[in-house]
């Protein structure tokens, strides 16, 4: 009779296990590692905490776009005789 009480409890549970489990599963490997990172620091509020890393994650993927990279010396060189001439 216990064992079948334990089950019922535990079935209650079921239900959003399931939906835990099968979203987890279906995310890719980064997916992953963003939820364990956020489980990690176990945010108060979960919604700011994601949308400030997914935030932050967009701008930083922005940033990389749009700045060039890291110039040679002499281009850098070149470059600053031409603005020190003007």
């Known amino acids: 009779m216990e064992q079948l009480e334990s089950t019922q ?6 239900k959003p296990f399931h939906a835990w489990q099968s979203n987890w599963l279906g995310l890719g490997s980064l ?6 990172a ?5 945010p108060g509020d979960w919604v700011a905490a994601f949308e400030s890393w997914y935030f932050n994650s967009l ?7 749009l700045c060039p990279k890291a110039q040679s010396k002499s281009s850098s060189s ?3 005789s031409i603005n020190s001439n003007h």
């Open 78 to 80: 070149t470059l600053l």
């Open 31 to 36: 997916g992953q590692k963003v939820v364990r």
């Open 59 to 65: 701008l930083a993927k922005a940033h990389r776009l």
């Open 9 to 14: 409890l535990n079935m209650r549970d079921f």
């Open 38 to 42: 956020l489980v990690k620091v176990k």
